[in-house]
């Protein structure tokens, strides 16, 4: 499939065109937006709801609400800003349903980082030991959190995505950031 042009020569659209088609019902628009912004979301929402099956389904509901709600698109924020606020919408009403309760951290997973054998092993461990203690943390901190550390959105973004306010995101991911520091204690 041939990017869509701006009109520019440039050969690729930018996400604001691409909305405005995609509101029209340009399956190819979409298709790039969602080639574009996909992998991001997906990455998100299996952060918040740990699970890549109830990851997928919740994807997947966000594409069909972003399909179905294009048109309502005013542009006033970015059309990914966009998309991550449908994909907290869906992250959260899926969580719910879930009802994950995440215990405390296993000692192994701790311990490990002490004996490294393997760095690879390692990582992979303190990667497990992070997405449980972010299990532990309220929606809203673990949202912020990975908004700002992982897709490295500005705090403007983030609050628009979550409702809030600029100040809101900055205690939020304080809080977070505090609260991670603590749990993840024995990995420094």
Do not use: K, N
Request: with cysteine; glycine share 8%.
């Amino acid at each position: 499939m041939e990017p869509l042009d701006a009109g520019g020569g440039s050969g690729t659209a930018s996400d604001l065109l691409l909305a405005r088609r995609a509101a029209l019902r340009d399956r190819d628009a979409f298709t790039q937006l969602v080639d574009r912004h996909g992998p991001a979301l997906y990455r998100y929402v299996l952060r918040m709801v740990h699970d890549p099956e109830v990851a997928a389904d919740c994807l997947q509901d966000t594409l069909v609400a972003a399909w179905t709600g294009f048109a309502e698109f005013r542009g006033e924020s970015t059309p990914r800003t966009w998309l991550f606020g449908i994909a907290t919408r869906q992250a959260y009403r899926h969580r719910s349903r879930v009802a994950l309760q995440p215990g405390p951290l296993p000692d192994d997973l701790v311990e490990t980082a002490t004996h490294r054998p393997d760095q690879d092993a390692v990582d992979s461990a303190l990667v497990e030991a992070l997405d449980i203690a972010l299990l532990g943390l309220p929606p809203l901190q673990r949202s912020c959190w990975l908004l700002r550390e992982i897709e490295g959105l500005h705090y403007a973004e983030i609050a628009l995505i979550l409702g809030t306010s600029h100040d809101a995101v900055r205690g939020l991911l304080h809080r977070a950031r505090s609260t991670l520091a603590e749990t993840m204690e024995g990995w420094r």
